[in-house]
């Protein structure tokens, strides 16, 4: 009896232990604790979805969710050539890997430390306030913002974000109540401060400004105290004369910079010569010119790129194309070729301005129109350049500020032995609806990869078309 008695409280002591749980798999379900006010929940529209498909990932430890009509949408992008085809795509695949055999319903962690929870809205029906009676019209963006008002209501200790890179789709929301935000990541904080390429250093020596007219050189130290930025361009002067140099990071010293031709193109300012300078530098494989219309930036990479023909095997020019009036293409009358052709005009126009500055009998004429039949000179949208090998060529990619972050990278990327690569654009004017002069690829690039040794940047701010273009650029 006494056996017995001792071996039923060893059962229940046993049983009384804490049995330690198996560990949880990274794709099994959770719930999301309703109550921890620190966490948000963050809905994701379509628009972020194609600009990064890795923006899930973005958010931290807070939640993220994506409306079901959003997935709709992507369905709709997932064919095509051009990048948002291939974020959507990629946004697509990482959702069903993260899925596994798990359905989307339900919150499940997303891969990775310290990040938070991931789920799809089915529920687009809030109680409170239906989008799509406030403005009349069953749309997907006012689904999508029914299926964040259905997330706080679900939710009310945690603050419920909608994310969208659509201006008048926050908008909306904020009308409703709901928070909305821009997707932040990869923006540019700090636009006033975004690098300029070039300063003016005032009060210099005349001994100084004559050592460098002599010699064509000077240590950096005789000038400033702190090391300059690689490939930084400098106006030297005081009240009697003046020079132009670039710090060369290489033998740390400023080196004179001469007002070279570039193919018959000769620069008007100092900026137009730094820009040429900076394209003529056999050191410098990447290039960006920022600047507003008239100032000269795709003339002066045509000019530049022309000067250099025989050191490369082509020359390509390309631009994204942007459908005016957010129509395709495919509604102008035509081949492929005459739908292309009107958006490629800009381009063949300053290739025929370098050309008319000789006559048509003149060697140099032929020589570009042979350039152009044998495809030494390319001109193309952007899209159709994708994929192709970028050795040995100097390729200029104009209206760079209506490309994102990941098209820059996507097309540097690209770049083979002995590439020279120029972005040209203007980031203050966008002609994308999800990007602005914060957000978009040209920004980016020259924020993230300013102080390379073989990265060079030029903001020209003298218009130089007309004096007619500049009244309209100052005053109208």
Known sequence: MAKKTIAKKAVKKVAAKKIPSKKVSAKKVVSVNKTEPQKKIFVLDTSVILFDHNAIKNFQEHNVAIPITVLEELDNFKKGNDTIN?????????????????????????????????????????????????????????????AAIVMKEENPDCKVVLITK??????????????????????IKNLEGLYSGNSIIEKVKSTIIDEIYAKGLINYEFVMKKKPRANHYFILKNERSSVLCYYESETENLIKVDKQNGHGIKPRNAEQAFALNAILNPKVSLVTLQGMAGTGKTLLALAGALHQRSDYRQIYLARPIIPLGNRDIGYLP?????????????????????????????????????????????ISPLAYIRGRSLSNIIFIIDEAQNLTPLEVRTIITRAGEGTKIIFTGDIHQIDTPYLDSQSNGLSYLMDRIKDNSMYAHITLEKGERSELANLANEFL
């Open 86 to 146: 291939f974020e959507a795509r990629e946004f697509i695949r990482y959702l069903d890997k993260l899925s596994g055999q798990y359905t989307i319903q339900n919150w499940m962690p997303i891969n990775g430390p310290k990040r938070g929870n991931f789920k799809v809205i089915m529920n687009e029906k809030p109680k409170s306030i239906d989008a799509q009676i406030v403005f009349g019209e069953r749309k997907a963006d006012h689904k999508i913002i029914n």
């Open 166 to 187: 659509d201006v008048n789709l926050r908008l909306k929301a904020k009308s409703l109540n709901l928070l909305a935000e821009d997707y932040e990541t990869g923006k």
């Open 334 to 378: 035509g081949d492929i070729k005459s739908k292309i052709n009107p958006y490629m005009e800009p381009l063949w126009d300053n290739l025929k301005m370098i050309q008319n500055q000789w006559k048509e009998t003149d060697k140099e004429y032929q020589k570009l129109t042979e350039m152009v039949n044998n495809e030494k000179i390319v």
